[in-house]
């Protein structure tokens, strides 16, 4: 159980998530449903932008839906990508770095070390998110608890996000913008 708890530690840490400053609007990680960041927004219409654009570009046959074949390509090539090292796992380590070189530049995210955040701090005073308390949108796949996700992980839970979202054979673009409404 131990393991768990730590999984589960490892996950929120990863994912560069910190509290909300005073003052500040609330900025939070808009992910694509494989995973993937997409970027920060502060509202559902900015979220709707960025998942979108994902679903845009995942609708490779440009008919308004996502079929499982043009699902799980994107779930490949997500992973693909993640997997930085090309063994077949993703880890930990793996993603803090793709994710944290996928920031943009004035993200208020730490882009390198600066004064007050020395090497490996995960926030600084500049940061505008929230704790987000719901599972790693990757590392959520590592069902047998080994602190990476190999291909076959990543690919069960894709089929099962894709289940849960598919009417009808296909994703439509609605389903996929429905996850914005946390805003």
């Known amino acids: ?3 768990v ?3 589960i530690l490892l996950a929120v840490l990863a994912s560069g998530c910190t509290r909300q400053q005073p003052g500040h609007p609330v900025q939070l990680a808009v992910v694509s449903p494989n995973g993937e960041p997409l970027g920060r927004a502060g509202d559902a219409t900015a979220c709707e932008e960025l998942l979108g654009n994902w679903f845009s570009r995942a609708d490779r046959d440009h008919d ?3 079929s499982e074949a043009e699902w799980l390509a994107d779930s490949d090539t997500w992973f693909g990508r993640a997997d930085a ?4 796992f993703v880890t930990v380590s793996e993603l803090t770095l793709l994710r944290r070189s996928l920031e943009p530049a ?4 730490p882009q390198g070390n600066s004064p007050g955040n020395p090497p490996g701090n995960p926030r600084d005073s500049r940061s505008r998110t ?3 308390r719901s599972p790693d949108p990757v590392m959520a796949a590592d069902t047998n608890l080994d602190f990476r996700v190999s291909a ?3 690919r069960l839970l894709s089929e099962r996000r894709y289940a849960l979202k598919a009417r009808d054979g296909a994703v439509e673009r609605g389903a996929v913008l429905s996850d ?3 805003y």
């Open 1 to 3: 159980m131990r393991g």
């Open 5 to 7: 708890y730590l999984a």
């Open 64 to 66: 308004g839906r996502l």
């Open 85 to 88: 090292d090309h063994d077949g």
């Open 106 to 109: 004035g993200s208020g995210q």
């Open 130 to 132: 929230v704790i987000d």
């Open 152 to 154: 076959a992980e990543a």
């Open 180 to 182: 914005c409404r946390r």
